[in-house]
């Protein structure tokens, strides 16, 4: 029963021991975040986050109202 006692002892304190460094490691690093409206993040020059009609050159609209946007816009504001 003593060993037993003992091996659980040693677990903990390992786990212990193993949980503070790890705080260390991450406690030295640098922050990630930012502060929001002051500091702008970096948006990669594929992002396609604004939503626009595409038209042809012809100025021709690109729609072919399959109804797709309708279907997955979540607050249900595209009616075709």
Do not use: D, W
Not at 3 to 13: H, P, R, S, V, Y
Not at 26 to 41: C, D, L, S
Not at 60 to 76: D, N
């Amino acid at each position: 029963m003593k060993k037993f006692i003992f091996i659980i002892k040693e677990l903990f304190l390992i786990e212990i021991i193993s949980g503070m460094i790890l705080t260390l490691k991450h406690f030295f690093k640098r922050k990630v975040t930012i502060n929001y409206p002051f500091e702008k993040g970096y948006l990669s020059p594929r992002f396609r986050g604004e939503h626009a009609l595409r038209r042809y050159e012809s100025g021709e609209e690109r729609c072919i109202a399959c109804k797709l946007c309708e279907a997955v816009c979540p607050a249900q504001a595209i009616n075709i």
